[in-house]
């Protein structure tokens, strides 16, 4: 469970790796945001998450519950935000100049994949933290 743990620790680092660039863009460009309460919603919510990850890898990685209670509360903003464990699979067709043919099915296995993590991480916090 450890390893599986670990496993978990590095796809939140392929997220943060990921991520960065939009975050970037935002802290470069925050002035052309628009004023719509989605709009800053949707970058405020992806700016804690973004930081939320270093706090999770972390966790997951020392196998500490702290990582586990991160990701609880990641859950859904990562179903909202699409900010998924595997998605780094989706630029998968890009680099082999596929259509968007592949995307909707990549998509699909990146939200069961993460319904997946939450049942492992649910599992190891009912058998090694309780």
């Not at 599986?4 to 975050?23: G, N, R, T, Y």
């Not at 699409?82 to 909707?104: M, R």
């Amino acid at each position: 469970m450890r390893l599986l743990f670990k496993v978990f620790a590095l796809l939140d680092l392929i997220s943060i790796v990921s991520l960065s660039p939009q975050i970037w863009t935002v802290l470069v460009k925050y002035q052309e945001i628009p004023l719509e309460r989605f709009a800053i919603g949707r970058v405020v919510f992806t700016l804690l998450i973004f930081c939320s990850l270093f706090v999770s890898a972390a966790g997951l990685f020392k196998f500490r519950k702290y990582g586990i209670i991160t990701y609880y509360i990641q859950f859904p903003f990562r179903l909202a935000l699409w900010v998924f464990s595997i998605g780094f699979i989706t630029f998968i067709p890009e680099l082999f100049h596929q259509g968007d043919q592949w995307f909707g099915i990549l998509f699909r296995i990146c939200i069961i994949a993460e319904f997946f993590r939450g049942y492992y991480i649910l599992q190891a916090h009912r058998k090694y933290f309780r």
